[in-house]
Nanobody
Framework: VQLQASGGGLVQAGGSLRVSCAASGFTSPFTFEYYSIGWFRQAPGKEREGVSCISPSGGDTWYADSVKGRFTISRDSAKNTVYLQMNSLKLEDTAVYYC???????????????????WGQGTQVTVSS
């Protein structure tokens, strides 16, 4: 499974940005719909933290308290892509954002990096004042 994160960039505080995670390389029956997809971020000098996760069906989502109400995760099975819409961005949202794919453990422990089996390369999001 390969994950390609994209859509990062420079945005002013209060602005919006949408990052995408395109997935490929699945082997039946473990298709895109088999995996939960999570977003993590890592700022310089800080540990990687879980931001959001969406279940295989898309029916369940999880958000870290720090982004709840501002970020929205969604998935498009036709495009094998997961999106993270980020609104009301703050300076502290600046980080490299990574997407990851996991199975049942990710549904139960979405914030734990060990729940995920596959990782994308990351996309930089920079929020300026």
């Amino acid at each position: 499974v390969q994950l390609q994160a994209s859509g990062g960039g420079l945005v002013q505080a209060g602005g919006s940005l949408r990052v995408s995670c395109a997935a490929s390389g699945f082997t039946s029956p473990f298709t895109f719909e088999y995996y939960s997809i999570g977003w993590f971020r890592q700022a310089p000098g800080k540990e990687r933290e879980g931001v959001s996760c969406i279940s295989p069906s898309g029916g369940d989502t999880w958000y870290a308290d720090s982004v709840k109400g501002r970020f929205t995760i969604s998935r498009d099975s036709a495009k094998n892509t997961v999106y993270l819409q980020m609104n009301s961005l703050k300076l502290e949202d600046t980080a490299v954002y990574y997407c990851a794919a996991g199975t049942k453990t990710a549904t139960v422990y979405p914030r734990w990096y060990g729940s995920y089996d596959y990782w994308g390369q990351g996309t930089q999001v920079t929020v300026s004042s």
